[in-house]
């Protein structure tokens, strides 16, 4: 099957992704994790999965899914997909599903909990309740943009990141960064003006 990205009338990019098992058009279902209340997908402070709703069993292995007007990318084309600068980002599970939010001619965004692994890695070395505290509450909201004209995503680290991303295209948008953390909203507004 292929999964075609476009910007406008233009075609830009295409992706290659294995048929679905149960038939080219499987019926699906939203689901967060057990226990977990699902209140609202415009962001993932919880994780989002979807299902088969013959077998119940896991979407996985797609880049994304279409469902009820809303293209929801899963974590692993992100991980699959992303920038050079972003390879030591990963996620708490590669089979989650993140939603766009903002569709654009130039850029898709969505959010996603990403940690480095290099700070979960230093979290399990000092081991102990510690280290697996610091390991484990790693994963933050990040903004993910997949740019249409790189044909990858580029997940906002920090303010600094952001801020290079930003700085050529919207100057008056830069930050001034008092921590590595981004303003989420403000970083929506700003792709907003972008997209």
């Known amino acids: 099957m292929l999964f075609t990205l476009s910007s406008g009338q233009q075609q830009v990019s295409t992706f290659r992704v294995d048929s679905l098992s149960g038939g080219e058009n499987p019926e699906v279902y939203l689901k967060s994790l057990p226990g977990e209340h699902l209140e609202s997908v415009e962001t993932n402070s919880n994780p989002i999965f979807f299902y088969y709703k013959n077998t119940k069993k896991k979407v996985k292995k797609v880049f994304a899914i279409s469902y009820e007007g809303n293209l929801y990318i899963q974590a692993l084309s992100i991980l699959n997909n992303k920038n050079k600068k972003d390879k030591s980002m990963t996620t708490e599970s590669p089979y989650c599903f993140s939603r766009v939010t903002i569709y654009g001619e130039n850029y898709l965004y969505m959010e996603l909990k990403i940690a480095n692994t290099w700070k979960q890695g230093l979290g399990y070395g000092i081991g102990g309740a510690v280290g697996t505290s ?62």
């Open 134 to 195: 610091i390991a484990t509450n790693s994963y933050e909201i990040k903004g993910v943009v997949w740019d249409y004209s790189f044909k990858e995503f580029n997940i906002f680290r920090s303010c600094k990141d952001f801020n290079v991303f930003i700085s050529e295209k919207l100057p008056q948008k830069i930050l001034y960064c008092r921590n590595k953390n981004v303003n989420l909203q403000h970083m929506r507004t700003s792709i907003e003006l972008i997209k």
